[in-house]
């Protein structure tokens, strides 16, 4: 079986798709685990949670949703805890809501998305790695996990402890998202995942599919150019 993650897609379906037709995915025969921040900046989220939500309850075994902090800040909105959605992508995401569904039935399935946001794990084991959207805290077991980890940036990661972060994780590394990097790469435990989809430029902004099991990952470009590279620093 080969194991998939991607992170941080931010609405961008084409990408998103193209890679997955770029690798021949199979959700019979491989595994997919999607880093959270699936929502807002692009232009097409309702598409991407209807794609994902739709396989994840056909194959339950090998789609694995993991929670982002932008599904969180949907989550406070439509419960109205905080208004910080508006900030972030609000208007995409409920665009792309009444493009598919239309605007009489946008905003119900919309709070739908949201409920399940709510039943989504915030971490996810394999045999190959751990796998969350942000960070970790390792002052908790990984049943554990604080809602709070959703928003830690690499900074503070940074300050972690090696030891105790590498008996934490069975001295597996960790996949995330969160911090758009450059390229894929390595730092500490830590593999940094997200490539700035719908965040840098259309010059640099890129959606990155990791194949976990093979240490490379698949780069789509705004233009829909996919190049393969090797994850630098992996053992």
């Known amino acids: 079986m080969r194991t998939f993650y991607v992170t941080d897609i931010h609405g961008n379906f084409n990408a998103f798709t193209r890679l997955l037709d ?3 995915f199979d959700p019979m025969k491989d595994k997919l685990i999607i880093g959270g921040d699936m929502i807002n900046r692009g232009p097409k989220s309702a598409d991407v949670l209807h794609w994902i939500k739709e396989r994840a309850q056909s194959y339950p ?7 982002g902090n932008h599904e969180e800040m949907m989550i406070w909105f439509m419960k109205e805890i905080s208004p910080m959605w508006m900030e972030f992508g609000w208007e995409e ?3 792309s809501f009444r493009n598919k569904y239309g605007s009489d039935k946008a905003w119900d399935i ?6 399940w946001f709510e039943t989504l794990p915030l971490l996810y084991e394999d045999e190959h790695g751990v796998y969350v959207h942000a960070g970790v805290d390792i002052h908790q077991g ?8 959703l928003w830690i940036n690499d900074r503070e990661l940074s300050t972690l402890d090696e030891l105790e972060l590498t008996e934490w994780s069975n001295d597996k590394y960790i996949f995330r998202g969160h911090n758009p990097k450059s390229n894929v790469q390595v730092i500490g435990n830590f593999v940094n995942c997200d490539l700035g989809s719908c965040v840098f430029s259309d010059s640099s902004a890129a959606l990155a599919l990791v194949e976990v099991n093979e240490k490379r990952y698949f780069k789509c470009m705004v233009d829909g150019d996919i190049t393969l590279h090797k994850i630098i620093g992996m053992q």
């Open 61 to 67: 075994d090998n789609i694995v949703i993991i929670a």
């Open 22 to 24: 770029h690798v021949n």
């Open 142 to 149: 990984k049943e554990q996990q604080p809602d709070n980890i």
């Open 93 to 95: 995401t409920m665009n």
């Open 110 to 115: 919309a709070e739908e998305y949201a409920a």
